[in-house]
């Protein structure tokens, strides 16, 4: 049985990177560092031009003696010494704005701190852009026709390389990625970056079109390694409060059928289930041990894909609200159609799927359904083939955690609670499906954390 534990206080963070816990650090330079002991940041992340430690942080940290302990003014050895260690720490940050960006097939997902420890001296000499761009993208919810900030998933007063902010997470069509990087353009953004974090297949296809249209190089990260990164220090400092995991009860029940959180604690090994355009399923044994067991082309863009040929539906959110509507059974030819009941002896329900769109080969079938009865189907015909595959995934590998995660989840309440009655349902009980509140947004974190690059790895 899954070791995942309902709780009601998330554990407490470890790490360079926890819930604000402790005193925020002041001040914010232009200029990043390759890290040191207490410092956050790769110098490589945003193209410094140094590719090794700043000489000078190095000489005031290694380079102490006792005359210099005796300066600031009679403070005690330990006070100055901490206060080396802080100015230290302000020199290796990146430069603000800090960004993590995953560019998927369908969706761009883009994550953006923003400090709120700002000084009145930080204010006085953060240059005009700089705070165009953090008021344009905290005082909307929505960017043009096609871009929106979900507000409801904002992780607010985290601490981060020193710095006490807000996390928020935008998303937008990949198909509107040339206006992204004219606005990138048009607010001169060169002038603070001179590289982007960003992970997805979308790193390397507009790659080209950062640096000619923006003057922007991206840093390309790979998307596994940041989803999984970005999953566990989520899950880590916990969401506002409460667990960032959860399942489903009784999930065989439809009426009894409720949500409840949980934490990932002692999470490996998982089976991580990462269900965007197309399906990945990784055997995640711990944050750097993980291979691709396998996938599937029939995901969330097959499912979005088929409804706008089938109902002429245009948006991800417009099926979903048609598939809310629907009945699948109008479609799906089911056990009971075929053995007018149960199929006892292999204990399959009479309302178990036989064929998925079985009844459509009948003219009169096809001449009574409704759009709605489609989009259903179709949702339920990828659901019930992703969770097929990962069932048999978490059987070959002897993994009894599966985890879903990807943009496909989101709002998809009628996704989530199938996954969670299939895995439930034919294993006996045995695996149970966990869920996590930030669905598609993980790989974008984890391209964040590499900007912040800390000494929390060996």
Known sequence: MDKAKSMMDKKGASGPFHANNGQSQ????????????????????????????????????????????????????KRCRLRRRTESVRRSRPPFPWFGMDIGGTLVKLVYFEPVDITAEE??????????????????????????????????????????????????????????????????????????????????????????????????LDELDCLIRGLLYVDRVGFNGHPECYYFQNPSDTQSCVKKPCTLEDPFPMLLVNIGSGVSILAVYSENNYKRVTG??????????????????????????????????????????????????????????????????????????????????????ITNNIGSIARMCAV?????????????????????KLLAYAMDFWSKGQLRALFLEHEGYFGAVGALMELLKTTEDP
């Open 26 to 77: 002041r001040g914010f330079h232009s200029h990043a560092a390759v890290a040191a002991n207490g410092s956050c940041c790769s110098g490589s992340a945003f193209g410094s031009s140094s590719g090794g430690p700043n000489s000078s942080t190095f000489e005031n940290m290694h380079h102490l003696h006792r005359g210099e302990d005796a300066e600031c003014n009679g403070s005690p050895a």
């Open 123 to 220: 204010e006085q000499e953060e240059v005009e852009n700089l705070k165009s761009i953090r008021r344009y993208l905290t005082s909307n919810v929505a960017y043009g026709k096609t871009g929106v900030r979900d507000v409801h998933l904002e992780l607010r007063n985290l601490t981060m390389c020193g710095r006490t902010g807000n996390l928020h997470f935008i998303r937008f069509p990949t198909q509107a990625m040339p206006r992204f990087i004219q606005m990138g353009h048009d607010k001169n953004f060169s002038s603070l970056h001179t590289t982007l974090c960003a992970t997805g297949g979308g790193a390397y296809k507009f790659e080209n079109d950062f640096r000619t249209m923006a003057d922007l190089e991206l840093l390309k």
């Open 296 to 381: 599937t082309s029939l995901g969330g863009g097959t499912f979005l894909g088929l409804c706008c040929l089938l109902t002429g539906c245009e948006t991800f959110e417009e099926a979903l609200e048609m598939a809310s509507k629907g009945d699948s059974t109008n479609v799906d030819k089911l056990v009971k159609d075929i053995y007018g009941g149960d199929y006892e002896r292999f204990g399959l329900q009479g309302s178990a799927v036989a064929s998925s769109f079985g009844h459509m080969m009948s003219k009169e079938k096809r001449d009574s359904i409704s759009k709605e009865d489609l989009a259903r189907a179709t949702l339920v015909t």
């Open 396 to 416: 070959n590998e002897k993994i009894e955690r599966v985890v879903f995660v990807g943009n496909f989840l989101r709002i998809n309440t009628v996704s989530t």
